[in-house]
């Protein structure tokens, strides 16, 4: 561990984002010790196996032009904080595999807008984090590259969990301090499941936030880019750098970012909170559900008026969205064909090419969705499966309209339906079980809302619990204020000690 | 509804993923879970709904029709598989 180096207890990689910030700027240490500190702890942590690529020299490369700007006077709003990089973000000179063999060795010759713009900011890019292939998964078992193992255990217990997916590898990295934040995506909840799961902070923007432009596509009408980090400010001060407008991507928005770290300490005075009844699902676990109350007691307390509401649709978004998404991602990884990046594997002419080339590349969960998708897209099947499933989304989306129209300014829900599980406790033959975990966030990818999750507590075998706020288009403002009141009533959750170390 | 064997292949074929014959059975069950699981939206009236297209109400936008980058076939292809002379190499399509 780098050493406290002036800053008290705390090893420089344990401090939250804004703490480190607020240091660097006060010159209590260096980037190239904070940047140094974090490499150490990420060379110790490699069964963890967050990291896909570590890029050290670059990273200290970053830190030295950090310490010369902050000498100068001129520290750019990230200046000098190491961050690590969902391996999803096509970053130039740097391997980029999506999690999947059919990319390996893919080095891109451009770099995505949403790490461009952490690199003008002045953050120092520490290397690229582990993902289910693709973004497809809830686990981070997905991966070509292996499983990520969650810094967190069950009390007393060495079995091995999950940090959840498909940004497995920002969760862990971001709870066992092998980085200050991480950037992330969410497609039906790969931000903040995983974030849930670790007891970290993690928010998908509105949809058209952030631009797509160089992340590798999975289904893009669901598609979003947001932090993952260990407070609720540090998440703030991330996406104030990560968002804005990119005329490379069309569904990018042309509206100003506001200055969402000022929206952190606005609090929820005046504000009324929807809690909807349709979350009530059978079999959730009763701590889930005290959690829940606690959390709207929290709200309560702070000043905010909570009533409940209906969301109709609900238990509709899950199946819609195993449509919806496996269409766009038949469509969207039709470009890996063994021609322009990645693996080619020869066939007897270039339909075997193509085919033997995307049997050796894709795993499992990966052809199991090109071909649903392809299925649901195909002739005779269209209108019944994926039309049906697009007027569904239109029927989900509604359901939140009405309720914010009634009044509610933001929605509190449990982030998961249970605690991060074990490697392999999921390996059953129907992969609708692994779906189920995505049921509370993908309602809200489907509505192309702004949800967050923040850790409110943990569960009687010790691991963390998740609450999500889902919020008004664009207003991710009040996400962060409602969960900053969160955070200080339930308390930091305290991070695991680096046991693999 | 569910699929058959033949369906399977079909699906395969057409996403070009060559698929083995003993993986076909356990794919097949793996999609008709999926389906089985998705058949529950039969239940909900659609009549009147528009299929969603946006999911941000905004106007498509189109930039100018002018060239914005450009002379970069080398970075192009500089992944790719096999290339000659900037060009992208493909197993022969027309004898």
């Known amino acids: 561990m780098g050493g406290p180096a002036g800053s008290g207890m705390t090893a420089l990689n344990e401090l939250t984002l804004a703490e480190a910030r607020d240091g660097l700027s006060a010159k209590r240490f260096s980037a190239r010790e904070i940047t140094q500190a974090h490499i150490d702890a990420l060379e110790k942590a490699r069964v963890l196996n967050a990291y896909l690529v570590e890029t050290p020299d670059r990273a200290l490369k970053m830190a030295e032009v950090s310490d010369e700007k902050i000498a100068k006077g001129e520290a750019r709003p990230l200046e000098g904080l190491p961050l690590g990089i969902k391996d999803l973000f096509c970053t130039q000179g740097v391997h980029t595999t999506a999690g999947s063999k059919i990319l390996e060795g893919f080095e891109p010759h451009y770099e ?12 120092v890019m520490l290397g690229k984090l582990n993902l289910d292939e693709f973004a497809m998964g809830s686990s981070n078992e997905t991966s070509a590259y292996g499983s990520v193992i969650s810094p967190w255990r069950r009390n007393g217990s060495d079995a091995k969990l999950v940090p959840g997916g498909s940004s497995g590898g920002s969760s862990a990295a971001v709870a066992a301090h092998l980085c200050l934040g991480a950037t992330a995506t969410d497609t039906g909840g790969s931000i903040r499941q995983p974030a849930a799961f670790t007891g970290t902070v993690g928010i998908k923007p509105t949809y058209g936030r952030c631009s797509r432009w160089g992340i590798v596509a999975y289904a893009s009408s669901l598609d979003q880019a947001g932090p993952i980090a260990r407070t609720t400010r540090d998440c703030a001060i991330l996406l104030g750098s990560m968002a804005g407008h990119d005329p490379r991507d069309t569904t990018s928005v042309d509206l100003p970012v506001p200055n969402f770290e000022a929206a952190v300490s606005r609090g929820v005075k005046g504000l009324t909170i929807g809690i909807p009844r349709e979350y009530r699902v059978d079999g959730m676990s009763p701590e889930i559900l005290k959690l829940w109350d606690q959390g709207a007691e929290w709200l309560k307390a702070a000043g905010a008026t909570v009533k409940e509401i209906s969301l109709p649709h609900t238990k509709y978004a899950l ?6 998404a496996p269409a766009e991602a038949s469509s ?89 599980f074990g490697i392999g406790e999921k390996a059953s033959a129907d992969p609708v079980e692994m779906y189920l975990n995505d049921v509370f966030t993908v309602t809200v990818n489907m509505a192309g809302l702004p949800g967050i999750s923040v850790p409110a507590g943990l569960d009687a075998q010790g691991l963390p619990l998740g609450l999500q706020l889902i919020g008004r288009p664009f207003d991710e403002e009040t996400l962060f204020a409602a969960s900053q009141v969160i955070e200080e009533s339930a308390g930091r959750v305290s991070l695991p000690k680096a046991w693999w170390a | 509804m569910s699929v058959d064997e033949k369906t399977v292949r079909r699906i395969a074929h057409l996403a070009r993923i060559a698929v083995a014959d003993e993986d076909v059975a356990p794919l097949q069950g793996e999609l008709n879970a999926i389906l089985a699981f998705v058949e529950q939206l039969n239940e909900v009236d659609v009549e009147g709904v528009q299929p969603m297209t946006s999911v941000t109400p905004m106007t498509m936008k189109k930039r100018v029709d002018t060239v914005t980058e450009g002379g970069r076939a080398a970075d192009i292809v500089a992944n790719a598989p096999e290339t000659e002379d900037n060009y992208f190499l493909v197993p022969k399509v027309v004898e």
């Not at chain 1, 199946?319 to 919806?324: H, K, L, N, Q, S």
């Not at chain 1, 080619?344 to 033997?356: C, H, L, Q, S, T």
């Not at chain 1, 969705?369 to 499933?389: K, N």
Request: glycine fraction near 10%; hydrophobic fraction near 40%.
């Open chain 1, 112 to 123: 995505s807008n949403v790490s461009a713009q952490l690199w003008r900011d002045g953050a």
């Open chain 1, 319 to 324: 199946p819609a969205y195993y449509i919806v």
């Open chain 1, 332 to 420: 969207n990884l039709a470009r890996y064909d063994g021609v322009r990046y990645g693996l080619r594997v020869p066939g007897k002419d270039i339909a075997g090419m193509y085919e033997n080339t995307r049997a050796a590349g894709f795993g499992r969960e990966v052809k199991r969705r090109i071909m649903i998708g392809t299925y649901v897209l195909s002739a005779g099947y269209y209108d019944a499966y994926y039309v049906r499933a697009q007027r569904i989304r239109t029927l989900i989306k509604r359901d939140f309209e009405e309720a914010y129209a009634s009044g509610v300014d933001a929605i509190l829900t449990p982030a998961t339906p249970s605690a991060a």
